[in-house]
């Protein structure tokens, strides 16, 4: 409670090292999402109010949000990635800004994603 999505994800995952498997990923980040999307500073209980007040779209944007973070992280960090094709901000921000209608009433604001 009271922590960022990014602080309680970061703390969730120095627990245990993802598998490999996507699947397997998929449901270990719904897990985390569905605790996380009612309790983090991004929620309407929390201090930003940036997540639906629906405790299922918020761990929908919630979920979104975690599998894209590590996604950045899994990229930046990756060696087999070309420099040239690596995600930038104005990337991360474009894929994340809006998860549309059935997910968030408002997009996340830019200076949130930065």
Known sequence: ENQSLLDSLRMFLAA???PGEAQ???????????S???VCEE???????LFSSDEKRAADAAYLLSFSIIMLNTDLHNEN????RKMK????????KNYGKEISDKDLPVEYLE
């Not at 901000?89 to 994340?96: A, K």
Request: hydrophobic share 40%.
């Open 89 to 96: 901000v104005i990337d991360f921000v474009r894929n994340n």
């Open 43 to 49: 929620s309407m209980n929390g201090s930003l109010k």
């Open 24 to 34: 397997m990923i998929d449901r270990i980040l719904q897990g985390f999402s569905e």
């Open 36 to 38: 996380v999307g009612r």
């Open 81 to 84: 990635i070309r420099p040239d």
């Open 16 to 18: 245990f090292r993802l």
